[in-house]
């Protein structure tokens, strides 16, 4: 496999390096997964700013992590499911919800089952659901608005785990304690 260099905010690209200073001031580390796409700026530019607008959808806390999660086991990234089994644990996702993502198991609770199994239905059906599970989706209280914003967890979730498979990306310490394998 190619090496990636996992950039500091020192040796990364003139492009990158506003921007992980500011991820670095933000999360008082830098995540290998950030030196790794700031090979590319215009790739470190889009993640961090889909994050930002993913982090202003009509979600929860708990919403977004489910749909993360689940594009993170879908994919296989071993990277993001440990860094984000750490990140919903420190935004009080529940404990049962990380569980089941994390092990492909329901949700208790219906409404976020249906949420889980709607965006493992976009994945898998590469964005073409049947009418029948729009509707039950629909019908679990969400709304086509939701539908849409599945389509963009999805899209940043994709272009983080595409990159750590690409690069190899090493699991940082902060996140170490919740390793997860496929």
């Not at 921007?19 to 995540?31: Q, R």
């Not at 969400?142 to 999805?154: A, D, N, P, R």
């Amino acid at each position: 496999m190619t090496e990636f260099a996992t950039h500091t905010v020192e040796t990364a690209p003139e492009g990158s390096k506003a921007i992980l200073k500011a991820v670095t001031e933000k999360f008082k580390f830098l995540p290998n997964l950030i030196g790794n796409m700031a090979e590319a700026p215009a790739t470190v530019e889009a993640y961090t700013t889909l994050g930002g607008i993913f982090a202003k959808a009509d979600l929860s806390a708990t919403e977004q992590q489910i749909i993360m999660m689940t594009i993170n086991r879908l994919n296989g990234c071993t990277y993001c499911m440990a860094a984000h089994t750490t990140i919903s644990k420190m935004s009080g996702v529940a404990a049962d919800v990380i569980e089941a993502l994390r092990n492909n198991t329901a949700i208790a609770d219906s409404k976020l089952e249906a949420l889980r199994q709607f965006t493992i239905v976009m994945h898998d059906s590469r964005g073409w659901p049947k009418e029948a599970q729009v509707q039950a989706f629909l019908a679990a209280g969400y709304t086509k608005q939701t539908m849409l914003e599945v389509v963009l967890g999805i899209s940043y979730k994709t272009l983080s785990n595409y990159t750590n498979h690409l690069a190899g990306t090493q699991l940082d310490a902060a996140f170490s304690a919740d390793l997860w394998e496929a």
